[in-house]
Nanobody, 123 residues
């Protein structure tokens, strides 16, 4: 399975971006990670498989809680990350990932990784 992430770009602080990842795999936990220069890759958000629930069973890192929203479009097999109120500290390469096991995602060892998409937030 090849996950394809897209939607990154350059945005001013306070702005918004929406990242997309295809496909969203049925019965898989899906997640978004990011890696800033000189830093380790970190989990940003994950969402469990809950049938048709677009926003159900999500987890967010404290640094993005209240600003980012992860969701799944089950009809079109897409995963999204809506990022609002972006800060320069959000600048990183963002990766989508998938695994049947939530723990694997939380440990940073998912079965599938997408290629990264660069997000740059200017101050």
């Amino acid at each position: 399975v090849q996950l394809q992430a897209s939607g990154g770009g350059l945005v001013q602080a306070g702005g918004s971006l929406r990242l997309s990842c295809a496909p969203s795999l049925s019965r898989y936990v899906m997640g978004w990670f990011r890696q800033a220069p000189g830093r380790e890759r970190e989990l940003v958000a994950l969402i469990r498989w809950t049938g048709g629930n677009t926003y159900g069973n999500a987890f967010y890192a404290d640094t993005v809680k209240g600003r980012f929203t992860i969701s799944r479009d089950h009809a079109n097999n897409m995963l999204y990350l809506q990022m609002n109120s972006l800060e320069p500290e959000d600048t990183a390469v963002y990766y989508c990932a998938a695994d049947p096991n939530r723990t694997k995602i939380q440990r940073g060892a998912p079965m599938y990784w997408g290629q990264g998409t660069q997000v740059t937030v200017s101050s």
